[in-house]
Structures are given as structure tokens and as C-alpha cells.
């Protein structure tokens, strides 16, 4: 009997972040616990650009701005309210679902390349916000922060990343599963269709914006007291290349896909780091060789062969 | 006495410099099955378009069940009970059939969540599509994609059922289940305005028929004497008037 698709999706899920979870207890090594660290921020950042992209199709480019946007929330009030880092998280999570919800009440009527290109337009002016008010953010200096677990290794930060992305993960089961999770993925094949079967195309197009924005922003929030710097350079516009490649490349409208697409690609990337500049080049002709070959992405790939063979 | 369920009050509809639809007014009454015909660009989607929702009228009203309906959105429309049927089909592609059914039934929202799925199982398997429920609807042919999005109409109980040329493209003994069902479905109480080329299944499925020809109402009355109007037969019916 075949498995329904969603199910699929999270018991492969399970299968990872045990996998995951297991991954300290054989790597030892602070830099590949680090590099980890940075792709579990990554997939989560990629599973919130997936709700609004995947599954809602509104193909935005400004996940890391968002992400962004959540850095400078908690750093800030981090900096200089001295609020906790935790509080400051929690912050970054309201203060992006707020943007997230203006910007995509701004985009409603917008598709397509018109949405994309008011998106960069969105990313470019907030990323020059952030550089150009010196006195704030320090500009391209960037906004130094205390970290999470002030002197704590690399573990702990790995099973915290591992525990929000589950924890994310579990709630994009639900959602997707729901029936908003049917009218999200209707509005993506046809939202005239799906209008004229009784979905609010307008109201639900503004929740996927929404939730997408804020679960990147929790994403720089946990992300800015790991790394302790919070940089306008996270939220240029190679760096929303990078989060939507890692969800198209793992398979972008699956619940897996994106958690893949990071872990696999961050640490790829870090591979063909050592080729120097031309790391980027061969980095950039992966991401289009997996959209040329594998156009379902990585898990969309193997739940078809998997299909095939059942 | 049966209830006027759907009322068109002097609609026009301009697209710039062309007059699509003027100074269209008809009543159609609960239970009716009635069949909307005209040449190519006559109006007939046009005005399907506007009683859904898709465009705001130049001129007049359009009330459903004695509330004006004009100006609300499609969203707004299906949910007070209009469904529709494209003429160039859409179903959602990446969703399962199944799924297909189901998005109508708990966005419209006029039947219990619980009866839900038993329904859209019950109609799926009345159109012959009941093995194919897991399958991804892009992944149909044609005319079982176009059967689909006939199901997904009946999905919610709805008061009116828009049908735009459900016939074109569907294998013959396809046509016959497509048929038995909005049949039944009429014979149930249902209200349906037919839209389509097909002129033998109209004459044989619609007692009532409206003729539309460049945007105006040129009959409306029982089909058997419309189809002998000589305007009719001029602006559209050709050879098969004659013919009968």
C-alpha cells in the first residue's frame, strides 16, 4: 500500500533529525559542529521561505532579509535594552510576523516576477536601512550581541538549532496537513481556482507571508547569538539565492526537501570552499545542474522512485 | 411555486471599446436546468464571470437568492452557494484528486466536516474516478481532469452550478456519466445553467434555453420553441434547427 505523501514526508523527517541527533557523538570537531550549526539556520530558514514559495507559490527573494530583520530585532533590544537573548529571540519572531504581514499585504495582487522584483526592491531598501544608520546598527561594522549560552561549545548550540527545526518542522506537518494547509497548496496551482471555489486567496496569501517571514526571523534571531554579530552582509541578496536554492535543490512544496536541501548544501558549500573564489562558480553550477536534472529537487526525486517502486 | 433563486438586472459589461454584454435581465428559478448558448464571443463567460464574481458589472445588479451578489468576490459567491466550471479546465495539479475535492468542501463550507470525504469518495466513484483518488490531478488526462473539476461543483451543495462547456474534449461515454449525473442532480432539486457548443445535449438535457448573440439576450423561453426561432437559427443553430 502507498504511503500518503505527507506521512512519507515526516517519517523521513524523523529519520533525519535522528540521524541528526547522533552526529555529535561521531563528529568532534568544532568547525564541522559549527558548519552544522549554520545549516541547521539554514533549513529552517529554507522550510519558512518553503511555506510561502512551495507551498503558497509566491516566489519572494527576501527570506534573508527576514532572517535579517530578526538578527537586528533581538540584537537591539539585546544591545541596548539589555533584554535577555531569549526575550530578544521571542522578539524577532513578533517583530518579522509584523513586517512579514505589511509586506504581504503590500504584494496581494502581485505575481510573479512582479512579486520577486518588489521583494528584492523590499530586501535592498531594508538592507540599506540597516547599513546606512550608522548610529543604531553600526552600519557594515555590524552590532556585536552576547551569545545564547554565553561560553557554552558548539553541542549545545547544535541540539538547540536541532530542537527548533524539529519543533518547526512538526508544526509545518500539522499546518500542511490542516485544511489551510489544502487551501495554501490550491493557491499555488491555480489561485483563480481557487477563488472561485470559496478560498480567501487574499487572507491566506497574507498568513503564508506571515508565517514565512516569522519563522525566518526566528531563524536570524537564534542565528545572531550564535554567530554574537549581527551584519547587514546575512541579508544580501546571494544569501535569499542561497536559502531558495537549498529548498528548490532539496525539493521545494515537500515538508522534507528544505530541511535537506540545507544540511546537505551548507557543509557542500564549505567543501568547495577551499577552491577559493572559484567556490562560488562551482557551488552555483551545482545549484543549476540539481534545477536542470532533478527539477522536483533531491527528496522530490527519491519520493518519485520511491512511488515507482511500491 | 418554485422561488426565483438567480435574478440578472440590465447587466452590461464594456472591456474598453467593446460592449461584451449590454443590458442583459433573465430570472432563473430554484430546480431549473437551464441552458445558456451562443456563438463564440457572444458573452456566455463573460457573464458566468460576473455572476461569480471574476468581474464587477458596467451597468445593473445580479441577485442570488434576493441578496445582491454584484461586487462581492468569487470567494464570497461560492461560499453563498455558486459553483463553476471553467471552460478551459482548472484543477489543482499537485494536489491529489482527493484533495481536489475536498479544498471546495471545507472552503465553501456548507456541509458538515464529518460527511466531507464520505461525499467527495461517494461522487468520485459516481464519475468513475474512485482508483484514481490518491493520484496527483496533474497527472489525469484530459477528460478526467475535466471530470474532476465537474465533481468538485457538486462538492458542496451548492444552490446554483455554473457548468462552462463541460462536454468539450470528454470521450462520448464520459459525456453520458457527466450527463446521468447533472441529471440527477437536477432531478434532486438542483439549479444549473448549462453553458455549451453542444447543441443535441442541451436540447436533450435543458428545458429551458437563453440565446446570447453579440452580448444581448435574443431568446429565452422552453427549448423546443426557442430552437425554432428564425433569429436563433440565424445567429447560431445553423443546419440543426432545420434539420428537427
Redesign the interface.
Known amino acids: 500500500m ?1 504511503m ?1 505523501k505527507r506521512k512519507l514526508d515526516l517519517l523521513v523527517s524523523v529519520v533525519v533529525f535522528c540521524l541528526m541527533a547522533l552526529v555529535p557523538v561521531f563528529v568532534k570537531s568544532a568547525y564541522w559542529l559549527g558548519v552544522l550549526v549554520v545549516a541547521l539556520y539554514f533549513s529552517l530558514a529554507a522550510m519558512g521561505w518553503n511555506l510561502l514559495g512551495g507551498f503558497t507559490g509566491q516566489f519572494s527573494i527576501a527570506p534573508a532579509t527576514f532572517c535579517m530583520i530578526g538578527m537586528y530585532t533581538s540584537a537591539m533590544l539585546v544591545h541596548y535594552l539589555h533584554w535577555s537573548p531569549v526575550a530578544g529571540i521571542l522578539m524577532s519572531i513578533v517583530a518579522t510576523a509584523i513586517v512579514g504581514l505589511l509586506l504581504g499585504w503590500v504584494c496581494l495582487r502581485l505575481r510573479g516576477p512582479y512579486l520577486a522584483l518588489t521583494t528584492i526592491g523590499f530586501a535592498e531598501i531594508v538592507r540599506g536601512l540597516i547599513r546606512f544608520s550608522y548610529d543604531i546598527t553600526r552600519g557594515d561594522l555590524g552590532l556585536s550581541v552576547p551569545k545564547l549560552f554565553g561560553g557554552g561549545g558548539h553541542v549545545t548550540y547544535f541540539y538547540t538549532f536541532l530542537g527548533v527545526v524539529v519543533l518547526v518542522q512538526l508544526l509545518l506537518y500539522f499546518l500542511i496537513r490542516s ?1 489551510v494547509g ?2 495554501l ?2 493557491i ?3 489561485d ?11 487572507g491566506w496569501k497574507t498568513l503564508a507571508f506571515t508565517l514565512s517571514s516569522l519563522i525566518c526571523g526566528l531563524s536570524g534571531g537564534l542565528y545572531v547569538h550564535f554567530i554574537g554579530l549581527a551584519s547587514p552582509e546575512t541579508g544580501l541578496i546571494i544569501q535569499s539565492g542561497l536559502i531558495i536554492g537549498m529548498a528548490v535543490i532539496g525539493g521545494m ?1 515537500t515538508l522534507t526537501g528544505p530541511l535537506i536541501g540545507g544540511l546537505l548544501l551548507q557543509p557542500l558549500s564549505e567543501l568547495v570552499r577551499e577552491f577559493g573564489v572559484q567556490h562560488m562558480l562551482i557551488f552555483s553550477l551545482l545549484i543549476i545542474l540539481a534545477i536542470r536534472f532533478w527539477r522536483e529537487g533531491l527528496y522530490g526525486s527519491f519520493r518519485k522512485v520511491l512511488a515507482r517502486v511500491s | 411555486m418554485k422561488d426565483r433563486l438567480l435574478a440578472i438586472c440590465g447587466i452590461s459589461k464594456n472591456f474598453g471599446g467593446l460592449q461584451a454584454l449590454l443590458d442583459v435581465s433573465f430570472e432563473i428559478e430554484e430546480g431549473e436546468l437551464v441552458g445558456l448558448i451562443g456563438p463564440n464571443g457572444s458573452g456566455k463567460t463573460t457573464l458566468l464571470n460576473l455572476i ?1 464574481g ?1 468581474y464587477p458589472p458596467t451597468e445593473g445588479q445580479i441577485f442570488l437568492d434576493g441578496h445582491r451578489i454584484d461586487g462581492l ?3 464570497q459567491v ?2 453563498l452557494g455558486v ?2 466550471m ?1 471552460q478551459a479546465t ?6 491529489t484528486v482527493l ?1 481536489n475535492m ?3 468542501a ?4 456548507r456541509i458538515p466536516s464529518g460527511e466531507i470525504e464520505r461525499r467527495a469518495r461517494e461522487i468520485l466513484e459516481r464519475l468513475n474516478l474512485e482508483r484514481m483518488i ?1 493520484e496527483e490531478a496533474g497527472s489525469l488526462s484530459g477528460g478526467q481532469r475535466k471530470i474532476l473539476e465537474f465533481g ?1 461543483c457538486f462538492m ?1 451543495e451548492p444552490k446554483l452550478v455554473l457548468l462552462d462547456e463541460p462536454f468539450a474534449s470528454i470521450h462520448p461515454d464520459l459525456k453520458g456519466v457527466l450527463e446521468e449525473f447533472m441529471r440527477a442532480h437536477y432531478e434532486r432539486g438542483g439549479t444549473i445553467v448549462l453553458v455549451s457548443h453542444d447543441i443535441p445535449s442541451v436540447v436533450a438535457a435543458c428545458p429551458r434555453v437563453i440565446v446570447l448573440n453579440a452580448g444581448q439576450v435574443i431568446a429565452d423561453g422552453p427549448t423546443q420553441e426557442v430552437i425554432r426561432k428564425d433569429e436563433v437559427a440565424e445567429a447560431y443553430l445553423g443546419g440543426f434547427a432545420q434539420g428537427r
Open positions: 502507498r500518503e485544511r489544502l487551501y497548496q490550491s499555488r496551482d491555480d483563480v481556482a481557487a477563488s472561485g471555489r470559496g478560498v480567501n486567496v487574499v512544496g | 461569480n471574476y468576490s468569487p470567494n461560492a461560499k459553483s463553476r471553467f482548472r484543477i489543482f495539479p499537485r494536489m484533495e475536498l479544498t471546495v471545507y472552503a465553501v463550507g490518491h468538485t458542496s
